[in-house]
């Protein structure tokens, strides 16, 4: 019995050894047959190791950027220490990049003024901002104060049109000025003595009764303001119908206004407020009664530019329509002071100065008229938020942009 058991047992382990023998060289030749065939050939080039071989990779170098990105930035795709060059990190790299630097300002422009492409600080800003260098005079918007002399802070006593002077006016961002020059009497008709003040509207009665403010003093204040800034643009809207042009072009040039007061030539463009800056020909002068004489730094405004009615009653009564001027002409006043018994009225224009009222008048007439209010007029600019309605439409490029969050 234990005879039979001990062959049978010899025979399985022969059995067993053959079997394995046998899948010994099975597994030779599969793999025999798999070097012959090419499967087991060395993997195909994939230089950052991320498993899509090269062929493949849109990425070859894996330093994040596209193979065809890198040639058009003119890095190497197949080094990953060479990668796009971008100043500015906004994804544009440096040879694609229309504004290198990201100052606002594009390199062509810089370049033809003397500004560095390439270096952010090199730049200069307009009203706050470098883009609105790149637009034209006409293409902004400027907030203008009516009797810009007449406040209680100059003197004025009665028959004021607002609370604080210019200073105030200036560092809360009005550009825009209107101002009647007078000479005091009929004895001070001097060059020398020309005021701002306002006529009462009654007939030969005396201009300034009510007060007058020294116009060269009011001026030299403005200009120093003027020089305290950068790349900002001033204009002046003169009443000017009492007062000969020989005064007022002294009033202006002993004041320094007149060596920075712009030229233009009917029909032909309005410069951008970036070259008008650099120049320093950074103020515009308008008159409203044209003298016989030329006198070329002072723009008659009802040819070179037009307003809308003013000094209305109600709100409901003002409109976007042309009251003196060209409307051929892109820059324009847009009034927005009511008045009663012709005197300026805070309460009214706390009314009409009023955030809403007054973006949606302005957007209005800017879709009505086809482009923006160069200027908005007021009277007692402290009340409502004039300022703040110029900076909103400054940010719109067009009347259907929607409009910006509330400064
Ligand atoms: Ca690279
Ligand atoms: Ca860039
Ligand atoms: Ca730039
Ligand atoms: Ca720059």
Partial sequence: MFLVALRSNGFMFKSICRTLMNRTVNAALIALVLFISGCTSPSPPDMDN???????????????????????????????????????NDGICDILDLDIDGDGLPNDWEEERGFDPRDAESKITCHGRSEYCLRTYDDFTFAESHNSFSTPEDGIIAGINHLTGLESQWNDGIRAFMLDPYHPSELQNDKEDIVFCHAIGVANAPPCLFGSVDAFSWLRNLGSLH????????????????????HLEYLFNDTGILDRAFIHELGTPWPSIGDMALAKIDVVIYIELEYEENFSKLLPAWKHTWDTPYGESEQEEMSCNLGRGDSAQPVWHMNNWLSTFGLADANKAAQVNDYETLLNRALLCWEEVGNRPTFIAVDYWEQGELTNVTITLNKMEHWTDESPLHP
């Fill in 50 to 88: 991320d498993g899509v071989s090269d062929e493949e990779d849109q990425d070859i170098d894996g330093d994040g950027f596209n193979n065809t990105l890198e040639i058009n930035c003119n890095s190497d795709p197949e080094k990953n220490t060479s990668i796009p060059s971008d100043i500015d």
């Fill in 227 to 246: 020089n305290n800034s950068t790349g900002d643009i001033v204009s002046l809207l003169i009443q000017n119908h009492r007062v000969p042009g020989e």
